[in-house]
């Protein structure tokens, strides 16, 4: 019959000649479901990005990731979990872009991500965070502007979590708890990478200070008696 339940029946019948094992047997209910809505979600993201015209940089990158996976299947394998994760977020980038043309979803992640490079110790997240603060190499320098945006989003992750009226903006509860959970991972009786960082920039630092100083003690000397005086004091043996 037709009317809604004819639909829904057609729709059922369709979906069932559709999604099928690979001996050609009907998969249970959920399953199949659960390919349908998959499939769905993904259309919607394809669809909004055909009506804004914008590329979704986390749906080109899980294509190229999957389609580096087929081609080296015998060295490396791809877990599940990220294969469906990285859709996920590919499907809800794909909407927001439909929005908001500027819409990124690694940019709405970025707060919690660097509460967690703040507040986690694991040697997993320092790696993370020394990285994306100082870049490869064992001699780059600190990123000052990637320091403050790191330190933009434990505030702006707290703010959004403390309370409703933070989150509002009518409520400095959520820029208090965030200056609260830094202070407590810098002052943190126990020794953490956040307290290795800042002491090695300050020491960094006071080291550029005395030097500067000793120079501009020594600078008239020079200018004096030639470039026979040092301008530091020789190394001493350790």
């Known amino acids: 019959g037709g ?15 559709k999604y099928k094992n690979e001996d050609g047997t009907d998969l249970p209910t959920k399953e199949r479901q659960r390919r349908f809505r998959e499939d769905w979600q ?11 015209g914008v590329k979704s940089t986390t749906a080109d990158l899980t294509q190229k990731i999957e389609q580096m996976q087929q081609q080296n299947s015998n060295v490396f394998a791809i877990p599940d979990y990220f294969v469906y994760m990285s859709r996920a977020f590919a499907t809800l980038e794909g909407i927001g872009l439909g929005v908001d043309p ?16 703040l507040t986690d110790d694991s040697p997993r997240a320092r790696g993370a965070l020394k990285m994306l603060l100082y870049g490869p190499g064992e001699s780059a320098e600190l ?10 989003g434990l505030e702006s ?4 979590t403390a309370s409703a009226e933070s989150s509002l903006g009518v409520s400095d509860d959520g820029r208090r708890a965030a200056a ?5 991972v810098v002052l943190s009786e126990e020794d953490n990478y956040v307290q290795s960082l800042l002491l090695r920039e300050a020491a960094a630092a ?18 004096r008696f030639g470039d026979g005086v040092p301008l530091f004091p020789p190394r001493l043996p350790l």
Do not use: F, H, W
């Open 42 to 52: 993904n259309e919607m993201a394809r669809d909004a990005l055909e009506r804004s």
């Open 102 to 117: 500027k819409y990124t979803i690694l940019a709405e992640c970025y707060p919690y991500l660097a509460k967690r490079l």
């Open 157 to 160: 992750y707290t703010t959004s």
């Open 206 to 223: 006071l080291d550029a200070t005395a030097r500067e100083a000793v120079a501009s003690r020594i600078a008239p000397l020079r200018r």
């Open 180 to 184: 609260d959970q830094l202070l407590s």
């Open 3 to 17: 009317g809604p339940k004819g639909a829904m029946d057609a729709l059922v019948a369709e979906n069932k000649a």
């Open 143 to 152: 990123d000052l502007r990637k320091l403050r945006d790191v330190a933009d």
